[in-house]
C-alpha cells in the first residue's frame, strides 16, 4: 500500500467519525434537527453529551484529518505556493480543534455570548474560509510538470459554492445545517480527490525520473 492511499483512508475514517458523531449526538438531543441546527450545538454548554461529542467525537476527527496531511506534506512539492496553501489546508482542522475546545453557548445562538461563544464562531467560521483558500491554492498544482486538469477544475468549481455555503452559516437561516453539512463534505470530498491526484502525480514523476537516466 502507497504512503498516500493511507492518507486516503485516513482522511475517509476522518469523515466517517465525524457523521457518526454528528448521527450518535443527534439521536440523544432531544428535537434535534439536522437539517436547521449547527453541528456544534450537539457539543454546546449545556448539550446532552456535549464534552463526548467534542472531546472524543470532533477532536477525533480533526486527529485523524492531521495523520492524513502529515503524510500529504512528505509527498508535497514544497514550493513557496504549495507551502502556504498547505498551511491554509491545515489551518481547518486545527481551528476546528480549539473550537472544540472552546464549545459554543447552549444552542449556540445566545443574545448576550461569552468569550467562549465569540472563540468558538470565530474559529469555526475561520477553518471553513482557511480550508477554501487553501484547496484554491493547492488545486493551482505548483512545480507540477503534468498538472491535473481534474483538480484544478475542481478547485475553480468548488471555491464559488463553498464560498456561498460559508456566508449563508447565519443562525437565523432555517437550513445552516444542511449548507454546514454540505461545505464539510465539498472539502472532504475534495481532499480525497488531491490525495489520490498528488499520489498519482508523485508515482509519475517517481517512474519518469529512471527513464531520465537511461536517456
Given at each position: 500500500m502507497r504512503r498516500l492511499d493511507v492518507a486516503v483512508i485516513l482522511t475517509g475514517a476522518s469523515y466517517s467519525w465525524l457523521v457518526i458523531t454528528v448521527i450518535w449526538g443527534g439521536l440523544y438531543y432531544p428535537g434535534y434537527t439536522h437539517g436547521t441546527?449547527?453541528?456544534s450545538e450537539l457539543g454546546a454548554t449545556g448539550a446532552?453529551?456535549?464534552?463526548?461529542v467534542n472531546?472524543?467525537?470532533?477532536?477525533?476527527?480533526?486527529?485523524?484529518l492531521f495523520g492524513a496531511l502529515g503524510i500529504a506534506f512528505t509527498r508535497l512539492s514544497k514550493t513557496s505556493v504549495n507551502l502556504?496553501?498547505?498551511a491554509f489546508?491545515?489551518?481547518?482542522?486545527?481551528?476546528?480543534?480549539?473550537?472544540?475546545?472552546s464549545p459554543c453557548d447552549f444552542e449556540c445562538r445566545p443574545t448576550d455570548p461569552t468569550f467562549t461563544h465569540l472563540i468558538h464562531i470565530t474559529t469555526g467560521l475561520g477553518a471553513y474560509m482557511c480550508a477554501i483558500i487553501g484547496l484554491a491554492i493547492l488545486s493551482r498544482q505548483s512545480g507540477n510538470k503534468a498538472p491535473s486538469k481534474g483538480i484544478k477544475t475542481a478547485g475553480?468549481?468548488?471555491v464559488p459554492i463553498?464560498?456561498?455555503l460559508l456566508f449563508n452559516l447565519t443562525p437565523d437561516n432555517s437550513l445552516a445545517g444542511a449548507f454546514?453539512?454540505?461545505?464539510e463534505t465539498l472539502i472532504y470530498i475534495w481532499m480525497i480527490f488531491w490525495l489520490t491526484t498528488l499520489s498519482n502525480n508523485f508515482m509519475n514523476e517517481t517512474m519518469a525520473a529512471p527513464a531520465r537516466m537511461d536517456d
Open positions: 441546527q449547527f453541528m446532552p453529551h456535549g464534552n463526548w472531546y472524543f467525537g470532533f477532536i477525533g476527527t480533526e486527529l485523524l502556504i496553501g498547505f489546508l491545515v489551518a481547518y482542522p486545527l481551528l476546528l480543534s480549539v473550537a472544540a475546545f475553480l468549481f468548488l463553498l464560498l456561498f454546514q453539512r454540505i461545505a
